[in-house]
Nanobody
Framework: QVQLVESGGGLVQAGDSLRLSCAAS????????MAWFRQAPGKERESVAS????????DYADSVKGRFTISRDNAKNTVYLQMNNLKPEDTAIYYC???????????????????WGQGTQVTVST
């Protein structure tokens, strides 16, 4: 089992930045690909970004490319999501997720991820 705990959400204004963190425990973190997903009220869950175990391969949803950056620190068992130039449409609950693979390319498909955190709320006001 892998336990994931997100933090760093909050209420910000459009154009501001936030950094989300996701702390993992329970298994060898470096064996896992990690990703961020989000879900806004009344909408389906949306992929945001993924990163492979060694942090040399990332993928982003088109809606966040150029604004968000996913990274990880395997020594700290933590994955991050740096969010810049936030927009009101970024308002959602953000979830981190993990699945065990050392493949270089990792998918941005929620169905591939076995472990999920409880989520952290991000609200962007105009």
């Amino acid at each position: 089992q892998v336990q994931l705990v997100e933090s760093g959400g909050g209420l910000v204004q459009a154009g501001d930045s936030l950094r989300l963190s996701c702390a993992a425990s329970g298994r060898t973190f470096s064996n896992y690909a990690m990703a961020w997903f989000r879900q806004a009220p009344g909408k389906e869950r949306e992929s945001v970004a993924s990163i492979n175990w060694s942090a040399d391969s990332t993928d982003y949803a088109d809606s966040v490319k150029g604004r968000f950056t996913i990274s990880r620190d395997n020594a700290k068992n933590t994955v991050y999501l740096q969010m810049n130039n936030l927009k009101p449409e970024d308002t959602a609950i953000y979830y981190c997720a993990a699945f065990e693979t050392r493949a270089r390319r990792v998918p941005l498909e929620a169905r591939r991820y076995d472990y999920w955190g409880q989520g952290t709320q991000v609200t962007v006001s105009t």
